[in-house]
């Protein structure tokens, strides 16, 4: 069967790269972290992209998120060039980085806050926004706790309905979950792919763990080391949910493990 999609939202925006090349200017010289990367991640889609440390996989995402721009070529959004940030799209970073002096909801207003569309103080805690963000991660009871009363699970939470509450048509998720318990890690990607099916957003995530994409993605596109060049490309079609018994990704993982270098 193929793998479910999810409900596809009247904005759903995709994202091309289109012969993409980024290099870093050391005092040492000049390094080259991307080679000619070339794909498109259809509106509403879920993208997993793999490769070694170093690999350049989180310099795409923050060239997609607008954070910066590639040495070489294109990356345009619905066709139109990326220059800049976006609200339409919303980064969660391996550290939640969660401001210490502000309780969870108030570190989800914070964005919001910083553009003016909700109001600071108590009376941000019942803005709707905030109020649906903290439900769809499951944090409605700990919306006064402070960051530090919250466990490594709870504090990703937190960054990702930070992420969520502008409703973003693009969430990129840089190693997300790298840093959780593997009881934790589990959990949080069922509720992630459960997320993603129920509000439309396309997603593009970086990961060094290959039954996490397995998990998540519809896609996975596999990168090799540096400068990193696509080496792989492999669509992901069984049955939400997945698990790891399955003949079916045993066989897919054999495969994705096979491009980074670890055959059977």
Do not use: C
Not at 21 to 44: K, M, N, Q, W
Not at 117 to 136: F, K, N, T, W, Y
Not at 193 to 214: I, K, P, Y
């Amino acid at each position: 069967m193929i793998a479910a999609r999810n409900s596809r939202r009247a904005d759903a925006i995709g994202v091309r790269l289109a012969g993409v090349s980024h290099e870093y200017v050391l005092d040492t010289g000049t390094l080259r972290v991307l080679e000619d990367i070339d794909f498109a991640v259809p509106p509403g889609s879920f993208t997993a992209l793999l490769g070694p440390s170093g690999s350049g996989k989180s310099t795409i995402l923050r060239i997609v998120a607008g954070l910066e721009s590639p040495s070489r070529g294109r990356v345009l959004a619905d066709d139109v060039t990326i220059k800049g940030p976006d609200p339409s799209r919303a980064v969660v970073f391996q550290d939640a980085t969660l401001f210490p002096w502000r309780n969870v909801w108030r570190n989800v207003a914070l964005g919001p806050e910083a553009r003016g569309s909700v109001r600071g103080g108590r009376a941000a805690q019942h803005d709707p926004r905030i109020v649906r963000a903290l439900e769809r991660v499951g944090l409605t009871a700990f919306a006064t706790a402070m960051p530090h009363q919250l466990s490594g699970g709870m504090a990703q939470r937190v960054a990702l309905a930070r992420a969520l509450i502008g409703d973003p048509a693009v969430l990129l998720l840089d190693e997300p979950l790298g840093k959780l318990d593997a009881l934790t890690r589990g959990v949080l990607q069922r509720e992630l792919a459960d997320l993603w099916q129920s509000s439309g957003f396309t997603a593009l995530l970086v990961t060094h763990d290959v039954d996490e994409a397995l998990i998540l993605a519809d896609r996975i596109i596999v990168l090799s080391e540096r400068p990193g060049r696509i080496v792989g490309d492999l669509a992901v079609n069984i049955e939400r949910p997945r698990h790891r018994a399955d003949p079916n990704f045993v066989a897919l993982r054999s495969a994705v493990l096979g491009w980074l270098g670890f055959p059977d």
